[in-house]
């Protein structure tokens, strides 16, 4: 059967390396979604503003 006395130590703190590294590239990953999160609000915050600047000529009429 399994010999539970075997050492996994090693095995382990590999893994817990390998998960550290994954952690890593997805935080960063996040904190680079976060900032092009911010730069879209602000482009369209930007629009927002100059949709409503428009003179009314400007702004498409409803047709019924």
């Known amino acids: 059967m399994y010999d539970a006395g075997t050492d ?3 095995q382990l703190r590999a893994f817990l ?3 550290a ?3 890593q590239a997805l935080e960063q990953q996040r ?3 976060e900032i092009t ?3 879209i609000a ?3 915050a930007r629009c927002r503003k100059l949709l409503r600047g428009r003179a009314p000529a400007d702004r498409p009429r409803n047709r019924l």
Do not use: K, M, S, Y
Request: aromatic content about 0%; hydrophobic content about 40%.
């Open 8 to 10: 996994q130590a090693p």
């Open 17 to 19: 390396d390998v998960l």
């Open 21 to 23: 590294a994954h952690r």
């Open 31 to 33: 904190e680079d979604i």
């Open 37 to 39: 999160l911010a730069e």
């Open 42 to 44: 602000q482009h369209e």
